[in-house]
């Protein structure tokens, strides 16, 4: 289970998270939404222990991770895998250092181990035959499955989506939202998406919350999110440009 | 106004030094604490000192020849010309390798460094590492950093025998010095304290090519403009520190 409390993180003069409340439970696939720019992907990277809270916690698992030294917090990153935005591949390595490169850093499995489960792991997304290609030769959408593949090199229990289906076409992105829940099903993996598409974000989640002036200000299943009352909430999801948000 | 920009520019230079000094401390820290990159040091010491023979062997010949040339010149005044070995072998050694090797290499490779890791934190490839369990300082840095230090040192006994060799010719076809005297003189001008010295200043530029371009890599925010400043300010820095270190050195060697 992940347990934030109280966090805040501003810079400079931007208070993008005030005292931030939110409990993820084991197994569930919570998708956060909110307007770009409104710090989703901070709190995903603060999750992730990349970025640090200026005040309150992240317990994952019982685990406070602010309390870790950094050597420990690099042990504990191995249990989450993030995919990021831009899939943030290395450009120097070829699609088989980048899938493997936790584990060809933090194990001491020999290299043809280390391809064959590259080569498992960018099955399960979808990809075979690529392995020695360069991410500069990939299109899009293939780089977010080699974004993906990564994340689950090392079989992770959470995953963290930063933005899975920005920038891909609408079919693209229908194919990375149902790669998305096959790694849930299959996998059986706690799941944190934020994005601000509601298509990715009704057919992924079994919970959305919605983050609004640093706050999660109401959460609920996709039927009840689509049906809700709150006029933010309502604003943001009917794409209306009149309401509390712009006012 | 011109108080307010002053003054935000020397929070700037506080800033910036005490950044590069963090920087610093925490390469050593991890250099001394975990195993070295090998293969990725290696590949640095390809890019940084292999790469720069080209550029640093034509800088060498030329400023050999030219310093040739100016102090045959002076010396001619006094019928002295045979004294221009010994010029050039000291300029060489103690100034002008070092600098000018340090200089050309800060250009080429220090831009580099900034660019490429620039790039890195603007597309969230360093967020990435971390989020793989690595540290960026141990992958990123510490390999540049002792390719720096020791691949300058090399470069700059290159440019030192290059600069020598540059006045060789120039003395030797062009003013009529003999190969014999010109080379003895060289010899004999030599102290191990000359030499010492230059390569001295060169371990201390090589690692501050490293760790500027390495700083503003990290520092760099918003997109490609971002990585275009990163660079620049990279160059400038790390020109900017070789010239004062260098003073700060040659008068420390001088009167000690």
């Known amino acids: 289970m992940i347990q934030i409390k109280g966090l805040h993180k501003s810079f400079g003069a931007n208070h993008v998270l005030r005292s931030l409340d939110l409990e993820i439970q084991t197994g569930e696939a919570l998708v956060i939404i909110g307007r770009s720019g409104c710090g989703k992907s901070v709190l995903l990277k603060q999750i992730m222990g990349i970025m640090e809270p200026d005040e309150g916690t992240i317990t994952i698992d019982g685990v406070d991770i602010s309390s870790l030294s950094p050597r420990e917090l690099d042990q504990f990153r191995?249990?989450?895998?993030?995919?990021?935005?831009?899939?943030?591949?290395?450009?120097?390595?070829?699609?088989?250092?980048?899938?493997?490169?936790?584990l060809y850093e933090h194990t001491s499995l020999p290299p043809e181990v280390i391809v064959e489960k590259v080569r498992e792991k960018l099955g399960l997304v979808g990809l075979e035959g690529i392995d020695e290609m360069m991410p500069s030769a990939l299109s899009g959408g293939m780089k977010k499955r080699v974004g993906l593949a990564r994340a689950i090199a090392n079989d992770p229990k959470i995953i963290l989506y930063d933005e899975p289906t920005t920038g891909l076409d609408p079919i693209m992105a229908d194919g990375i939202n149902e790669l998305i829940l096959r790694m849930h099903e299959k996998l059986r993996v706690t799941s944190v998406t934020v994005t601000h598409d509601l298509k990715s974000a009704y057919k992924i989640a079994n919970r959305i919350a919605m983050l609004y002036n640093g706050k999660i200000i109401g959460s609920g299943t996709p039927k009840e999110i689509e049906n809700t009352d709150h006029p933010v909430i309502r604003q943001f999801i009917t794409g209306s440009s009149t309401g509390p948000i712009t006012e | 106004m011109w108080l307010a920009r002053l003054g935000s520019h020397s929070m700037d230079l506080a800033y910036n030094t005490g950044g590069i000094v963090l920087?610093?401390?925490?390469?050593?820290?991890?250099?001394?604490?975990?195993?070295?990159?090998?293969?990725?040091?290696?590949?640095?010491?390809?890019?940084?000192?292999?790469?720069?023979?080209?550029?640093?062997?034509?800088?060498?010949?030329?400023?050999?020849m030219v310093l040739s040339l100016q102090s045959a010149y002076q010396l001619r005044l006094f019928a002295a010309e045979q004294f221009t070995s010994d010029l050039v072998a000291l300029s060489m050694t103690r100034e002008l390798g070092p600098v000018l090797t340090a200089m050309v290499v800060a250009g080429r490779v220090g831009a580099s460094i900034a660019a490429e890791i620039g790039t890195m934190k603007v597309t969230e490839q360093i967020d990435a590492l971390r989020a793989l369990a690595t540290d960026p300082v141990r992958y990123l840095v510490v390999p540049r950093l002792v390719?720096?230090?020791?691949?300058?040192?090399?470069?700059?006994?290159?440019?030192?025998?290059?600069?020598?060799?540059?006045?060789?010719?120039?003395?030797v076809f062009k003013l009529g010095i003999s190969s014999h005297q010109y080379i003895k003189r060289s010899i004999d001008i030599l102290m191990i304290k000359d030499v010492?010295?230059?390569?001295?200043?060169?371990?201390?530029?090589?690692?501050?090519?490293?760790?500027?371009?390495?700083?503003?890599?990290?520092?760099?925010?918003?997109?490609?403009?971002?990585?275009?400043?990163?660079?620049?300010?990279?160059?400038?820095?790390?020109l900017i520190l070789i010239i004062a270190l260098d003073c700060f050195f040659t008068a420390l060697f001088y009167f000690f």
């Open chain 1, 78 to 102: 191995l249990k989450l895998g993030m995919l990021f935005q831009g899939a943030a591949l290395f450009d120097s390595l070829n699609v088989r250092e980048n899938v493997g490169f936790s």
């Open chain 2, 23 to 64: 920087l610093l401390r925490d390469a050593l820290t991890t250099l001394f604490t975990t195993p070295l990159r090998w293969h990725s040091t290696l590949d640095q010491m390809n890019r940084i000192g292999v790469t720069s023979l080209p550029l640093v062997f034509l800088t060498a010949l030329f400023t050999g």
């Open chain 2, 147 to 171: 390719a720096g230090f020791f691949m300058l040192f090399f470069l700059t006994i290159y440019a030192d025998c290059i600069g020598m060799l540059g006045g060789y010719f120039v003395a």
């Open chain 2, 196 to 238: 010492m010295t230059g390569l001295a200043k060169a371990f201390i530029f090589g690692t501050v090519i490293s760790i500027v371009g390495c700083y503003f890599g990290f520092r760099t925010e918003g997109g490609a403009e971002g990585v275009g400043r990163s660079t620049t300010l990279a160059v400038v820095a790390a």
